[in-house]
């Protein structure tokens, strides 16, 4: 008997949100890292993968981390930063942007988002500062740039730091540069969630190299133990505060693989953003949603986000999709809405396009694996929805 035979037909298969990415060498790397005898931090698939980025983006100085709030945070020690300091950083984000600030006792100071790309408001970040400011935190939302040439000038005037949290940017670039690699420091991520992963996974990019030294001494439980496997002292020794920030070789080893289909991993995702964004243009046009301004070239195919007119737009698209078998999801409960954000950090200014924003925002599902076919369903159940409420 065949599918046409049966007289229901069978439920179409469900979409999922996301699904972590594999290419399929992993298991071999995670083999080879275990028969090399290597599997603390540190060891050849670690070195391979900061030589990956040193090269391709190309970075100045990449540390592996074992995720992208350990990089943060060893961004935030590099930042020296202390109570009653202040980052400026937008409130559209997750969490791990502002706890590692918080966690050396510095103020996150929110700043109103941009409409177009949903990233920090660059025109919002000199009023913001103060002479307590250290340190700016752009966050290149969905992989798409923030206005660097401005932010960099603002920090150049007022001699302040700048921390890239690149966390969703994999191979995302700025007139030519790649991002995590223009601020002093750059933050990316590994996790499952990300392009590119390794479960938990992260680096630190340090641009400026005044700083490599002490972030490799931070990563290292404080010790000099970097320059002694260089050989470059005798032994090595306790010298200033830090953590336990490296990734295990495994986990190195998961990553490593990725990184070889790297172009391969973002040219699909990319063709995915490109297949939602024209296939969604005639909605856009009859003003029911609005859709990214950035063509796939500008992003990476991290998310495909749109934005329903309002928050019970979005809530009766949401179970429209979810009904379907699609599953469409909103984005952050904006820092400075959430307890934390309320007890450790404050706004500069009313955060009036973020809060209306993430009242409205709808990420359609994004993986790498995701078939046109099912691109397709999604853009017809979504203008099925409008079809009915128009
Ligand atoms: C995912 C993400 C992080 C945290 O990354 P982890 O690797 O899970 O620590 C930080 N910032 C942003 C913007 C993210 O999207």
Known sequence: MTDAAVPSGPAPEKIPFGRPTMVGRELAYIEEAIRNGTIAGGGPFMKRCEAWLERELPARRALMAHSC??????????????????VIMPSFTFSSTATAFVLRGATPVFVDVRP????IDEALIEPAITPRTRAIVPVHYAGVAC??????????????????DAAQAHLSHYKGRA??????????????????????????????????????ILRE?????????????????????????????????FLYAQFEQAEGIIAARRASYEAYRTGLASLARAGHVTLPAATADEANGHIFWLLAKDAAARAALLAHLNGRGINAVFHYVPLHSAPAGLRYARAHGNLSVTDDIAS???RLPMY???????????????????????
């Not at 709030?69 to 202040?86: F, I, K, N, S």
């Not at 177009?116 to 990233?119: R, Y």
């Open 360 to 362: 409205r925002l709808v």
């Open 179 to 216: 991002l995590g690699t223009i601020g002093h420091l750059g933050c990316l991520s590994f996790h499952e969630t990300k392009n590119i992963i390794s479960g938990e996974g992260g680096a630190l990019l340090v641009n400026d190299g005044r700083m490599i030294e002490r972030a490799e």
């Open 69 to 86: 709030t350990a990089a943060l945070e060893m961004a935030a020690m590099l930042a020296e930063v202390g109570p009653g300091d202040e």
């Open 116 to 119: 177009d790309t949903l990233n």
């Open 221 to 253: 439980k404080g010790t000099d133990r970097s320059r002694f496997f260089r050989g470059e002292v005798d032994k090595y020794t306790w010298r200033d505060i830090g953590s336990s920030y490296c990734p295990g070789e495994i986990v190195s080893a």
């Open 368 to 390: 790498l694996g995701l078939g046109e076919g099912e691109v397709a369903r999604v853009i017809d159940a979504i203008a099925a929805f409008y079809g009915k409420n128009a």
């Open 147 to 164: 206005a660097m040439d401005e932010i960099m000038a603002i920090a150049d005037r007022h001699k302040l730091l700048v921390v890239e």
